[in-house]
């Protein structure tokens, strides 16, 4: 390491890069533009966003073979790159769906916020050394704490943030400590590196066992695994709609992604003894996710213990400790980004109209605009994961890796697991469909940004659950670094 | 290049329900014609295809295959045998007539079009699929617009609860069969889908006695099998005319079909092991399915249980594993199917008029509604198995399979011969030739022109098979033969 920068170190950050001056252009026009222009920052911040992927996708993409850069600070390899790009179009899909939300969508900070939390979950996916992760995970949180306190004067939403700040504080020390222990015996902060030391046995079995539980549980916050998930509905429900949304699929997808890294390629030696916990921690966190989803009333609570849920089910795929796990685990991921999203970018265009999130005030919906009607039946039916839709696809492939690993019970649990989903996102069908209310009259007005995302989210939910090859690819490519 | 005659039918109703959903909803004449003209095309190819078919050549034809996903070996594999042409035949007319009969629906028809046209092509998907992977893709598509249709346009009264059980009860079936179909890929170890590899893949004879009652029943549920049986009736009544026409007519065929195609013939061993076991749920079925449609005092109730008595016929003539059964079951899919939809449009005719189904409160319709009464006694000549119409052609060869196997079980499952025949003769009698109440004695018309050839083309339907049973009997034989290779010429 002489200190020079070559280009693969370039194309290694080029995301962060442009992600960065994204964010610059928006606090610049931010202090540029009068007032009444200023919702004009989210078509620039999705312009940038989708730019960024764009040019990502054609200069950026990694060798086959990951290679450590940076002073093996970060992995260039494709694991990190198929979850940058889902940020990115996470945040771009996000960016759209608040610019119409009242004290959120003209304000600059927010989507600066936004984007430096994307450049956070970049870097999560793609560190490979323990002090690189946890500055990514914080540079990830800290936006996101101030992002689901956005409404100052809503005591939710400060509740909400302050809930989420201190929930993440404590883990993350958590996983701190973890790290730290880990170092300490082994002498080393890289991940790469821990998987050798363990190998040579430089790590007692208890201490090991130990970091490996605290780390865990800094992980299982991320992806709200039970038991600790408590924060997600509380949040969900204050945060800003379009920021609980990203909450619940980058923010989510970005754990996983450390998750799936970590202990594949940290703690391979381990992963007999920890799959067992994982199916375990998996059960619970699916089963516990759909009761509670059940008796919910409001929407965004639901979707929250709904997302538990999911993320009970990637688990799944996770324990399998296969390829063919891991394939799985990306591939729900990325149907489970766009569908929720959709499902969230509903909730926020609703909201605007009706000023409620109730699930009884969908009464009539598909009367009064069916259009949403039919984005909303689209992305419920993935969640619920009925075909010809993506999340169909997802929940095959996770129950195929389980009766791949001979855990057919595993499976079992999670396809029963899916009919309880299936009963509450009917309900909510039977809400929009089957129900009369009295205001059908009146309109629900889709705004244009909102309108483009969840055109652009319904078709990609049919996208990846019917042309589902190469997303496959993707997926394929992403895992196949672990092994 | 062939013209791909299976892939044209599969994506015409979807395909035109999606341009349905762009009419705007006030426009309800166009919404009608579209969905008519599409439906006619549908009807139009599945006819083409029958007649198609090459009997002399047999085997699976009109054969498309394209990679869907290479690393895992799913393809879009479509095909056509002897016991599924006749099945995609019966999905034409039923959802030929079922638009005919829809006309009247004027509360959201655009939807409504729609989602049976998604039910439409899945059903179609699922009878040509020679892909495991596919016919999952496709069943499921099958199952949920149900549920939106029921709910919706159903019985008031029932209808929340019914769409509801019903689509828990299918999903429960079809993913326990999901986790087997997945232990069979896996255990094959060819790392595909395609079923015809699949037949090849010999799997271990203790594997295939754990997975076959799973996957045997897990479809068999939406095949109306007791004691998994309780969502059908219920759902029936729920459901509007076109749907029950669809539900008993096409999707029970689709439980019964998926049940052969996965379970019997990739798991034959098992089949072997566990038919006897089956064939008393299926007896229980027959006979305790009738007696139960003979005490009912709705109308759809009683059509509504009939059909799961009669679907316990077709899964007795695939439990007796023989040739006869078989063959007989797979007539009985198709004359069931066209004898259903045919009674449950009679009783949405009645229905929309005198707005009661409750049998004591009905009577004289021959006069006023003549075309209708006859309809309705082909019907039922056809459901009692009566010589000259389709049902005796299906019946009586699955009697005798069933007696090959086994006289005891024919004998008491022809029990439900003669309380199918109490029933029927019961209803004609009260409902048609019955004193009319005052009540209605005004406000009943004679059905539309549009009814009439819906109910004239189905009970034709059941009459030329009768007479002329040539017409199917041999194609379904040369189906018939391909299951029996696999059974090892049992």
Do not use: C
Request: net charge neutral; no cysteine; aromatic share 14%.
């Amino acid at each position: 390491m002489s200190g020079s920068i070559d280009s693969t170190m370039t194309f290694a950050l080029l995301p962060e890069i442009l992600l960065l001056f994204v964010a610059g252009f928006v606090l610049v026009f931010d202090l540029v533009w009068s007032d009444d222009r200023k919702r004009g920052l989210g078509w620039l911040t999705a312009g940038g966003l989708i730019l960024t992927l764009v040019v990502s996708l054609i200069f950026a993409r990694p060798p086959a073979e990951g290679i450590l850069v940076w002073g093996s600070m970060l992995r260039y390899d494709w694991l990190g790159f198929v979850f940058k790009m889902l940020f990115i179009f996470g945040a771009a899909i996000t960016a759209l769906l608040s610019m119409d939300v009242k004290d959120l969508g003209t304000r600059g900070e927010f989507y600066i916020l936004m984007v430096v939390s994307t450049i956070g979950m970049g870097l999560m996916a793609a560190s490979a050394d323990m002090i690189m992760l946890y500055l990514a995970i914080e540079t990830t949180s800290i936006p996101l704490y101030i992002l689901a306190g956005f409404f100052k004067t809503d005591q939710k939403s400060t509740e909400s943030g302050f809930k989420y700040l201190l929930f993440g504080a404590m883990t993350s020390a958590l996983l701190v400590y973890g790290f730290s222990l880990l170092f300490g015996y082994s002498g080393t902060t890289s991940i790469y590196g821990l998987a050798g030391a363990i190998q040579a046995g430089l790590i007692a079995q208890a201490p090991l066992i130990g970091s490996v539980f605290l780390i865990l549980v800094g992980f299982s916050f991320k992806v709200s695994a039970v038991p600790f998930h408590f924060w997600a509905p509380d949040v969900y429900e204050g945060a800003p709609t379009p920021v609980a949304g990203f909450l619940s699929t980058a923010s989510k997808a970005a754990g996983f992604a450390v998750l799936i890294r970590f202990f594949m390629s940290a703690l391979p030696s381990l992963s007999t003894d920890w799959r067992l916990v994982i199916a375990i921690i998996s059960v619970a966190t699916m089963t516990l996710g759909n009761f509670l989803a059940i008796t919910q009333n409001n929407i965004k609570r639901m979707l929250a213990y709904s997302s538990i849920a999911h993320a009970g089910y990637i688990l799944v795929g996770v324990a399998t400790v296969l390829e063919l796990g891991m394939v799985s685990v990306v591939f729900y991921l990325i149907a489970y980004l766009v569908t929720n999203l959709a499902a969230f970018g509903i909730v926020v265009t609703f909201w605007r109209t009706s000023h409620s999130d109730e699930i009884k005030d969908y009464d009539g919906l598909s009367r009064r605009a069916p259009g949403l009607a039919l984005a909303m039946l689209v992305a419920f039916l993935s969640l619920a994961g009925m075909p010809p839709f993506g999340g169909f696809i997802a929940k095959v492939l996770v129950f195929a890796a389980a009766v791949k690993a001979d855990m057919v019970w595993l499976a079992v649990i999670g396809v029963l697991n899916s009919i309880i989903g299936l009963y509450y996102y009917l309900i909510v069908l039977k809400h929009v469909y089957l129900y009369r209310s009295d205001n059908e009259e009146s309109l629900v007005v889709v705004s244009t940004p909102a309108r483009i995302a969840l055109v652009v989210l319904t078709a990609a939910i049919l996208i990846v659950g019917i042309g589902f090859a190469p997303w496959f690819e993707w997926s394929s490519s992403a895992a196949s670094i672990l092994f | 290049m062939q013209f791909p005659i299976i892939s044209v039918i599969v994506f015409i109703p979807i395909i035109s329900g999606m341009l349905i959903l762009l009419i705007p909803g006030e426009r309800k004449t166009e919404i009608r014609v579209t969905a008519l003209a599409a439906s006619a095309v549908a009807l139009g190819l599945s006819i083409l295809l029958y007649f198609s078919y090459d009997i002399e050549i047999a085997g699976y034809q009109f054969v498309e295959k394209y990679t869907w996903l290479q690393d895992l070996g799913i393809s879009y594999y479509v095909g056509v045998d002897g016991m599924n042409t006749p099945l995609v035949l019966l999905t034409g007319i039923v959802m030929f007539t079922g638009v005919l009969i829809s006309w009247g629906i004027d509360d959201r028809p655009r939807e409504f079009f729609a989602f049976l046209f998604i039910l439409a092509t899945g059903v179609f998907g699922v009878f040509v699929s020679l892909d495991l992977f596919m016919l999952f893709f496709f069943y499921e598509i099958a199952v949920f617009p149900m549920f939106l249709l029921i709910a919706i346009w159903g019985w008031k009264v029932t209808r929340e609860y019914a769409a509801m059980k019903l689509t828990l009860y299918l999903f429960v079936g079809s993913v326990v069969a999901l986790v087997g179909a997945l232990a069979m890929y896996f255990t094959s170890g060819l790392g595909t889908f395609d079923m015809i590899a699949l037949e090849g893949a010999a799997f271990p004879v203790v594997f295939q006695k754990f997975w076959f009652p799973f996957v045997f029943l897990g479809f068999a549920v939406l095949g109306g099998i007791w004691p998994f049986h309780n969502w059908s009736p219920d759902g029936h009544v729920a459901a509007p005319t076109a749907v029950s026409m669809f539900h008993a007519g096409v999707l029970m065929k689709l439980g019964a079909f998926a049940a052969l195609r996965v379970g019997i013939m990739l798991l034959p061993e098992g089949a072997k092991f566990w038919m006897p076991f089956i064939i008393l749920l299926t007896i229980v079925n027959v006979v305790y399915g009738a007696y139960i449609a003979m005490v009912q005092s709705d109308l759809k109730y009683v059509i509504g249980f009939s059909s799961v008595s009669h679907m316990g016929l077709v899964a007795m003539g695939f439990a007796t594993l023989n040739r006869e059964g078989m063959i007989g079951a797979g007539v009985q899919m198709f004359s069931h199917g066209v004898m259903t939809a045919l009674f449950f449009a009679v009783v949405g005719m009645i229905y929309d008029r005198a707005h009661t189904r409750l049998i004591p409160e009905l009577g004289g319709f021959s006069k006023k509604m003549p075309l209708v009464t006859v309809a309705f006694i082909v019907g039922g000549l056809v459901s009692m198995g009566m010589p000259g119409f389709s049902g005796f052609i299906a019946e009586f060869p699955i009697f005798m399979g069933v007696w090959r196997m086994q006289p005891w079980i024919a004998i008491v499952a022809s029990i439900s011969i003669v309380i199918t025949a109490s029933y029927i003769i019961r209803i004609i009698s009260k409902v048609f030739f019955g004193k009319m109440p005052e009540e209605y004695a005004d406000h009943i018309h004679d059905v539309t022109v549009l009814d009439k050839v819906a109910l004239v083309l189905l009970a034709g339907i059941l009459f030329i098979l009768g007479v002329y049973p040539s017409i199917m009997v041999p194609l379904v034989e040369s189906g018939v033969d391909n299951i029996l290779r696999l059974l090892g010429g049992a």
